[in-house]
Structure formats: structure tokens, C-alpha cells
């Protein structure tokens, strides 16, 4: 089963509205990254929060980390049509020897 | 700004078919990663390395072979392609591991026909 999940398969927006995609995860961790993918690219990295940080902030992104529930948080800001792509979570943890674990995603439509 | 190349970008080939994906990296990183990504499944780990003639087996290595014949050079090594290899591959890298970012290529799509 897997270690880290986002909560949603799928959500749209209106350009300028915010939004927040959220993530569950289910051991202990040193760090979870927010990672975002667009069509036809590979993930790239946006944000990185250890396991000893509660917020981190990114331009239009924010990310909260909350050991004690086990979840994560990405929020955006004054979304725009190119931030349209899948929010994935992964977690750095041990489950017999150490892996980063990455979530299914949650594809975010930013509609015009 | 760190630079992983894929190629090819696509490959199609019948079962049974050998087919080797190349990634390079130029950022000096120690360490590489085969992941394949499915619709449902996310990112899954096939093989990884911690430098040039190590290996390491991931959560789905069968079917699967891997060489890192330099710091920069990792290859994903599929002898006897079955239909149910059809997928998108990413290689990465990172300098320190696990809980550091990982940089990715552009992906191969491979179909299996």
C-alpha cells in the first residue's frame, strides 16, 4: 500500500482563486517534498519541508507539515492557467531501509 | 540548473524484444533512480545506484535489469519486454539521497506491443 497520498484525485480552479491539495502519510519521516508534474515533462521539485520545519514558503506556494496527524499541506496562491498539472507528495522514511515514497497525485485543472 | 537526459523519448517494440533506456546526468550527483509511472500507481521505484558499479533493487525490479556504468550514465535493461512493461520511465538523480530534491528527465514512453 502506499506510504504517502494525496486526498483528492482531482480538483479545478478558476485562474486567481486559491487552492489546497493535501497529502497523508503513514510513518515516520526526515522530510517530504511537494513535487509537481506537467504534460509530457518529468516532476520537478517545489518545495522541500523537514521532518523539524512546520511551513515553507515558495513564491505563490506554501507548504505545512504536521508530524503528530501525519499530513501535509500545498497550498497556491493566485493560480494561473500554467499551473495546471499533478501535485504529488513523497516522504523520505524508513520502511526497512530508506526510500522516498511518492503519492498518486492530484491533478489540479486551472480553468481561465 | 541540474540536467538529467533520457532517450529515447519514445520506444516501441514487440514482446519478447530487448530494449536498453539510457539516462545521463550532468550534475555530478552520486545518486540515480529508475522509476516507472503508471495511471493509479504514481512513481515506483525499479532500480538505483549509489555510483558507478552499484545497484539497488527498488519495490518493482522484476523484468528489469540495470547497469551504472559511470557516475554520469545509468541504464534500464528490459531482455525479454512483456506488454505489461508499457509505461512511462523517468530516471533521476540527487546528490545526498533520499531526503534531498530529485532532479528528472523528460521520461521515455515505452510501448510493448
Redesign the interface.
Known amino acids: 500500500s502506499q506510504l504517502a497520498e494525496e486526498n483528492l484525485w482531482a480538483l479545478s480552479v478558476h485562474e486567481g482563486e486559491s487552492v489546497t491539495v493535501n497529502c497523508s502519510y503513514k510513518t515516520s519521516i526526515t522530510a517530504l517534498q511537494w513535487y509537481r508534474q506537467k504534460s509530457g515533462e518529468g516532476p520537478a521539485q517545489l518545495i522541500l519541508i523537514r521532518s523539524n520545519e512546520r511551513e515553507k514558503r515558495n513564491g505563490r506556494l506554501r507548504a505545512t507539515l504536521d508530524t503528530s496527524s501525519q499530513s501535509s499541506s500545498l497550498s497556491i496562491t493566485a493560480t494561473r492557467c500554467e499551473d495546471t498539472a499533478v501535485y504529488f507528495c513523497a516522504t523520505a522514511a524508513s520502511s526497512g531501509s530508506w526510500q522516498l515514497i511518492f503519492g498518486s497525485g492530484t491533478q489540479l485543472t486551472v480553468m481561465p | 540548473e541540474a540536467a ?1 537526459t533520457q532517450s529515447p523519448r519514445n520506444k516501441v517494440t514487440v514482446t519478447g524484444g530487448n530494449v536498453t533506456l539510457s539516462c545521463r546526468q550532468t550534475n555530478s550527483h552520486n545518486y540515480m533512480y529508475w ?1 516507472r509511472q503508471d495511471t ?6 525499479i532500480h538505483y545506484s549509489y555510483g558507478a558499479g552499484n545497484l539497488q533493487i ?2 518493482v525490479p522484476d523484468g528489469y535489469k540495470a547497469t551504472r556504468t559511470t557516475q554520469e550514465d545509468f541504464f534500464l535493461l528490459l531482455e525479454l519486454a512483456s506488454p505489461s512493461q508499457t509505461s512511462l520511465y ?1 530516471c ?1 538523480s540527487t546528490a545526498g ?11 521515455t514512453r515505452l510501448t510493448v506491443l
Request: aromatic share 22%; net charge negative; hydrophobic share 40%.
Open positions: 538529467v522509476y493509479g500507481h504514481g512513481l515506483r521505484l527498488g519495490d523517468f533521476a539521497g533520499w531526503a534531498e530534491t530529485l532532479y528528472f528527465g523528460s521520461g
